[in-house]
């Protein structure tokens, strides 16, 4: 009702219906952008190219420069360059052996070329380092690409995330996305619930930080 006397204020201050409706988007996504977080970032790609171009400008110039160079590869990983971001990886793979977030990067790149075996050995030894990495999440990543291939270790790996990540919103939100995609319709249901329960049970400072993955369970959860 809100919606509609805001509309048609709209509409009668500004005396186009097209240009009310533009407006009132507007609006919407300014104040989710502000207090909750679903609909995408409409500067982040642009920043993310220009950061690509100015990352790329001085690789050329610091051509031993490691650290630049795996930034400029989680940035192509955004972009889904993912065999410009191999290359990158595996030039400087031998800084980093000890670093789960760079094995479980290296991994899902080979994951997102294809390279389903590869892949995950490499996540798994990012794992097997610090088995919290990334807040657990190459646990789904590997659940996602075996769903199709064999959901017994699908399930395995969404066992294996759910230990690590029992007690967030967005863990549960991610869980109830998985058990969907499997096809497990009661699991996923009872998983959206958790993390509206979960967001509902946090205190008031870590409400903004939880809310968009509470929004996202309640639409899947009414889907």
Do not use: C
């Not at 977080?37 to 642009?46: A, E, Q």
């Amino acid at each position: 009702m809100i919606k509609i006397f805001g509309f048609l204020l709209l509409w009668r201050l500004v005396g186009n219906p097209f240009l009310a409706i533009f407006i009132l988007l507007v609006i919407v996504y300014f104040l989710d952008r502000r207090y909750v977080g679903i609909f995408p970032s409409i500067t982040k790609p642009f920043k993310r190219m220009g950061k690509i171009s100015k990352l790329r400008s001085h690789i050329a110039m610091s051509p031993n420069d490691v650290s630049s160079k795996y930034e400029l590869a989680r940035l192509l990983m955004e972009r889904k360059q993912y065999q410009e971001a191999l290359g990158l990886l595996e030039s400087i793979q031998s800084r980093f052996e000890q670093s789960a977030e760079f094995w479980d990067d290296l991994g899902t790149v080979h994951l997102r070329l294809g390279n389903t075996d590869k892949g995950e050995q490499y996540i798994l030894q990012g794992l097997s380092i610090n088995q919290r990495v990334k807040y657990g999440q190459p646990y789904l990543r590997l659940a996602e690409v075996y769903k199709s291939l064999d959901q017994d270790k699908a399930m395995n790996y969404v066992h294996q995330f759910q230990e690590i990540h029992s007690s967030s919103s967005e863990g549960y939100y991610l869980l109830g996305l998985m058990y969907k995609s499997l096809g497990r319709a009661s699991e996923s249901k009872a998983a959206f619930q958790d993390s509206i329960d979960n967001y509902r049970s946090l205190p008031k400072y870590k409400k903004r930080q939880e809310r968009k993955w509470a929004v996202r369970s309640m639409i899947n959860k009414m889907k």
